[in-house]
Each structure stands twice: as C-alpha cells, then as structure tokens.
C-alpha cells in the first residue's frame, strides 16, 4: 500500500501551491490527478499568458456566502509573495491593466515554476490516477485508487469547480465533501458569457460579432464594472460582462452605459450647435465604429441631421447611450465560465487552516470552496493563499 503523510488530489493552481509548501516543511507529500497533464487551466488562462494575480488584491475582491472567510488565508500569502516566487524563477511579467499581471511570454512559465518546486523538493506526482473510494481510517484517510489503496494522515481536496469541463472539471470534490457531511451552497456558471434570445438584440449583437466597446459601464444588482464589452453570434461577453455576471441572477436587468466618460446630454447639444447638418450615425460613429454607430442608429433612433432633433429627443439619445437595459436570456454556462460560484460551505471550513470542522484530517483548498474572485488574477491568488494555507497545518 502506498502511504504517505499528505495526500493532494487535484494538480491544478491551489494543489500544485498546497503541495510544494507542505514538502518544503518536510512533509511527504502524494499529488494525485485523474488528467494526463498538470495544471491545464493554468495553460489555458489569460488567453495563454496566465494572469497570475493582481497587484491590487484585497478582500473586497471575492464572492462568498461568509465575505471573512477568505481574509486570513490572503494575508498570509499575498500577490507579493507570489511575485517574489515568480522573481526567483526568472519569469518576465508585466503590467496588463487595472493591477492585472501576466506572463511576458507563455502560461507554461508559471505551471512550470510550480512543477520545478515540486519536482526540487520531492513531490510525488501522479498523473492519470484516479480516486474511487475515500474512507477514514484510524491514522487519517484509506483512498481506494488506480494506484492501488493509499493511505495518509491529512487529506486535501483540490479538485476545482464545475467550469470548462473540457479541461476534466468535475463535481469530485462536491461529492467527497458531502460524503463527509458538509453543506454545499447552489453552484453556477461564474466570469461567464450572456446570452440574447430577444429578436431585436440578438440581430444586433449577431450583426456587430467581433465589435469590442472600451470601458463600458456595466452594472446589475447594485454592482459595476468599467471595462470592455465584446459583441459575439451568441450574445454579449467581454471583461465587464463577465464580472457583472457573477452577481446576476436569470430574471435580472443589466445596464450598460456605452460611453461613461463623456457628458452625453452637454456633447449632443454641443454637437447640435457646432456641426447642425451632420447626421447622429455619423457623429456616433467618431465614438463607435462605423458600422456599429449605424446599427445603433436603424435600431434605436432615427437617424437624421442633428439641427433636426428636438431637446427630449436628444434627451432620450442621451439617455439610451447611457443606460442600455437589456435581460439576458441565460449565459453560456460551465463549457466557457472561468469559474464556478457556490460550492463547499465555508462556514464549516477552518479559515485559518482550511481544515474541515467535520472530519479532522481533511482540508479544502481553491475553487472547489464558496470563494470566487473577480475577473483579472483574483481566482489565482486565492488559488495561491488557500493552498499556502491548508500547506501550514496538513
């Protein structure tokens, strides 16, 4: 029987950073993992240059049904500490936008830093393993797997959420959880793409697919986002669309203001007043795109010489720009979220040790906790500081 005194199963960001800080306490440690290739969301994220945190982490970043919980776990290990990491091994970075940090180069740079410090200090990693049974024991845990029984004192689950099932996301870590009697909160799609099924809309965001409209205001359900949006065949998407998603729910409006930094009651009336003859869709389209500011023309206004607009109708232009509200029909759900909201109640987790308080031994670290961060490296550092902090104590 394989035996050893940490078992990690899950060698995505939090059990690869959970694995190498416990072996560094002289701990010995089993990363098991049921894919044929480590940290595969790591290789994928920031479209393949791995926004591994950001520079302006703090609490307030984070969704949780217990907003305290992930506070310990992100002083201990903070982006610093994991800038420091990345300074050690050599890996240019830079600055995207909004304290956002990404590789220079390729993603591979920071799953390989984080394999190098396993491989240097002796983690045992074990690819295409998968885990069938979990049972206590008198020592700690008995896992039933395809290497055969493993045995060990503490037991980490690291198994993520539900979001991009192509990259072998699965419900494992809900199931061992439940299994040994914690509560799960309603998980869904988090960071994830909207949706259109109204005629109207989903005609004009087919028509626009591909159109990206900087630093939009997008706000739902007393939250808002300034950042891009992005057109597609499907619906909306984009950073700010992304964030606002993980605090709406079906039903909810979402506003957008197409242009938040311009007074657009004083810059209509202006351009009433300096360029009488131009038509709007052409003044729109210094703002927009051509082709977008004649849409938004054929679909929302009239689109005539502004000396013929009256005071309430470029009042109602104005106002239209500024708060667009549209009902999304759905979003594209776990096949393109970036993660998984809801999940392990953390209510029943240690945030101190990330510990369960229902079954000593066995500890909870990343996504797989009700802990989801906003867009922009967030997901990653609580990655970083829940399995920092589970490495401390298992």
Same mark, same amino acid.
């Given at each position: ?5 940490? %078992?990690?199963?899950? +060698?995505?960001? /939090? ?19 049921? +894919? ?35 506070? &310990?776990?992100? +002083?201990?290990?903070? @982006? ?10 050599? %890996? ?27 491989? #240097? ?14 049972? =206590? ?28 099932? $192509?990259?072998?996301? $699965? ?23 909207? $949706? ?15 159109? &990206? ?20 065949? =499907? ?7 992304? @964030?606002?998603?993980?605090?709406? @729910? ?22 009433? =007043?300096? =360029? ?31 000396? #013929? !607009? ?18 999304? +029909? ?12 809801? *999940?392990?109640? $953390?209510?029943?987790?240690? &945030? ?10 066995? !500890? ?16 990653? @550092?609580? /990655?970083?500081? &829940? *399995?920092?902090? /589970?490495?401390?104590?298992?």
């Amino acid at each position: 029987m394989l035996s050893s005194q940490v %078992v990690i199963i899950g +060698a995505g960001a /939090a059990g690869l950073m959970c694995a190498m800080s416990a072996a560094a306490r002289g701990r010995s440690v089993l990363l098991l993992d049921h +894919a044929n290739k480590a940290g595969k969301k790591i290789l994928m994220s920031g479209g393949g240059r791995c926004n591994f945190t950001n520079l302006y982490c703090e609490p307030g970043n984070f969704l949780s049904n217990n907003l305290h919980f992930c506070k &310990s776990a992100l +002083a201990r290990f903070t @982006q610093w500490d994991f800038i420091a990491l990345v300074a050690k091994h050599g %890996v240019p970075y830079h600055e995207k936008k909004l304290g956002q940090l990404f590789c220079d180069h390729k993603s591979s740079d920071i799953l390989g830093l984080l394999l190098d410090e396993c491989e #240097q200090i002796g983690v045992d990693l074990r690819l295409d393993t998968s885990v069938n049974t979990i049972e =206590r024991s008198e020592k700690g845990y008995r896992l039933n797997t395809s290497l055969g029984p493993v045995s060990c004192e503490s037991l980490v689950i690291a198994t993520g959420g539900l979001s991009i099932p $192509t990259l072998g996301a $699965t419900g494992f870590g809900y199931q061992i959880a439940r299994q040994f009697g914690h509560t799960l909160l309603p998980t869904r799609a988090g960071l994830v793409p909207f $949706t259109l099924t109204d005629p109207q809309l989903k005609t004009l965001c087919t028509e626009l697919s591909g159109t &990206s409209v900087e630093d939009c205001r997008v706000s739902c359900n007393g939250q808002s986002f300034v950042e891009n949006i992005l057109f597609t065949h =499907r619906g909306l998407s984009g950073p700010a669309i992304l @964030q606002i998603s993980s605090y709406w @729910q079906p039903g909810d409006t979402v506003s957008i203001d197409l242009l938040p930094h311009i007074d657009l009651p004083e810059w209509l009336q202006e351009q009433q =007043r300096e =360029r009488p003859n131009s038509e709007l869709k052409t003044l729109l389209g210094e703002l927009f795109t051509k082709k977008m500011a004649g849409l938004l023309a054929e679909h929302w206004f009239a689109s005539k010489p502004m000396k #013929q !607009y009256t005071p309430a109708e470029l009042k109602a232009v104005a106002e239209r720009l500024a708060d667009w509200q549209l009902v999304p +029909a759905g979003t594209e759900g776990y096949r393109t979220a970036e993660v998984t909201l809801g *999940g392990i109640d $953390t209510n029943e987790v240690s &945030s101190k040790t990330m510990e369960s308080l229902k079954s000593p031994g066995l !500890y909870f670290v990343g996504e797989v906790l009700d802990v989801t961060g906003h867009l922009g490296g967030f997901n990653f @550092q609580w /990655a970083w500081a &829940s *399995g920092y902090a /589970a490495a401390q104590y298992v």
